[in-house]
């Protein structure tokens, strides 16, 4: 009967995006918790855009969603530095974003990408506004790669479980 509660967990798309979604929110909700003082939203919110629902390729979209998290979070500060806060700037950020996204051959996630480059330029800072675009990209990076972490690391527990039941991966 174990096995076949095993079998049945491991050959579920649900499960194991459940799961890495879980150690992902407790991850981010306990930096959260623990360092009040920085904008560690985004590094919980970045680690969940990062884990990939989709049961095959997982690990290959999950790496796609973290480099164009940090191609938004790149183009962002990039423009925050160069243009400051302006409609113009987002707009250039937007349209910087996706060209980018086009050269890395990842146009399926531009969207994920434009999502980085607002969070950093529009949601306003609870920091000092030469800061926040900085602590703004360090949290998102971080989510990043926390999101990423966890995919890789379950999918190296799941995949030896998986070839022992025998379950295709």
């Known amino acids: 009967m174990y096995h076949q509660i095993t079998k049945t967990l491991l050959s579920s798309p649900l499960f194991i995006y459940t799961l890495r979604c879980l150690i992902g929110f407790l991850i981010g909700y306990t930096l959260f918790l623990k360092y009040p003082e920085y904008e560690l939203f985004w590094t919980l919110l970045s680690i969940i855009l990062v884990i990939s629902p989709e049961e095959k390729d997982s690990r290959r979209l999950s790496i796609e969603r973290f480099k164009s998290n940090l191609i938004g979070s790149v183009v962002a500060l990039v423009c925050i530095q160069l243009i400051g806060y302006s409609l113009y700037a987002i707009i250039t950020g937007m349209i910087v974003t996706i060209a980018v996204c086009r050269g890395f051959k990842v146009m399926n996630m531009a969207r994920v990408a434009v999502v980085a480059l607002l969070i950093i330029m529009v949601q ?32 190296m527990i799941i995949r030896p479980l998986k070839r022992k039941y025998g379950i295709p991966y």
């Open 124 to 155: 306003p800072h609870a920091s000092s506004i030469e800061t926040a675009p900085v602590l703004r990209f360090l949290s998102v990076g971080t989510g990043c790669f926390i999101g990423l972490f966890i995919v890789v690391l379950t999918s």
